[in-house]
C-alpha cells in the first residue's frame, strides 16, 4: 500500500471526477456506508481499501487425480480511490497472501485474514507513508458467492435453510421464487446476535443445527475493523453472467 501511495501517478489516477448531482449514486462515497464510516468522515481522503479472494489451480488438472493438489487461494488488494479507468490496470492491485486452499481447509479463512485485518487495522489509527500520516479503511471484499461466503463465515454448501448472505429467504422460497422485500434482508445486528447463538450452544450439535438453520458458521475476522461482512460483501457482476443476460434479453432490457 506503502508502494501504491508513493507512485509518481498516485495523485493524478486518484482524482475524480463525480457527477455533478449529488443524488447519483456513481461511487462509495455518494453512499450510505460512506457517511457512516468514522473514518471517512474524519478522514474524507483515506484510502479505501477493496479486497478480493479466489482460489484457483496453479497447474493443469488434466485428470481428477490431479485435480484440487494445486489448488490455491489468493487474496487481491485494490483501492477504490483509483479513478474507475485504473481500476482494471494491475498496476493498481496488489497480491496480499498467497495461501495452499489445503491450509485454509485446515486453519479456516480468519487465519488467512488475520495478519491484513491487523495492518488495516493499524491505517485506521493513520501509519506514517512518505512523510504523511496516512489513515486507511476496509469497504468491501469482493469475489464470487463462495468466495464471499467463506470471507463473512457464511454456509458454503448454498443448502442451508437460509442459504442467501443478503436476504432470510429460505432454500424453498429461493426455488419457487419469490420477491424480496426490505424487511426480509439481513442486518448486521442479526449476524451478530446469531453468530453469539452459535458460539454460546450448548452443545456442537445445537451450534451444527443453528449453523444450518442461519446459514452462518463462524464470526468472521473482517469484523474486527470498523467494517461489517453484512454491509461488505457486495454481489458478484452480472453483466459477464451470460444466463443473467439471457434473463434481461427476455424481459425486454438489451444490454
Ligand atoms: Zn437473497
Partial sequence: MQRLVQHPDFEKMT???????PN???GFMRGEFAERNQILRDHPHALRSVLYWDDFEACMALSSHASGKQKLGALYLTLDNFDPRYRGNLDTISLVALVRSSYVKEHGINA???RPVEDLKKLGDGVMMNGKNVFGTLI????DNLASHECGGYKCGFTAHKPCRTCNCTLEEIRSGVEVKESMLRT???????????????TQKIAEEKSKEYGLVQRSELNKLSFHVQN???PAKFSNNAKFVAYLRKIGIDI
Avoid at 482524482?15 to 448531482?21: A, I, S, T
Avoid at 468491501?140 to 469475489?143: K, L, N, Q
Fill in 15 to 21: 482524482q475524480r471526477e463525480y457527477d455533478p448531482d
Fill in 24 to 26: 447519483v449514486l456513481d
Fill in 112 to 114: 488467512v485474514l488475520k
Fill in 140 to 143: 468491501a471484499v469482493e469475489g
Fill in 188 to 202: 448486521s445486528r442479526q449476524y451478530d446476535e446469531q453468530i453469539t447463538e452459535i458460539e454460546n450452544a450448548r
Fill in 232 to 234: 461488505g460483501l457486495p
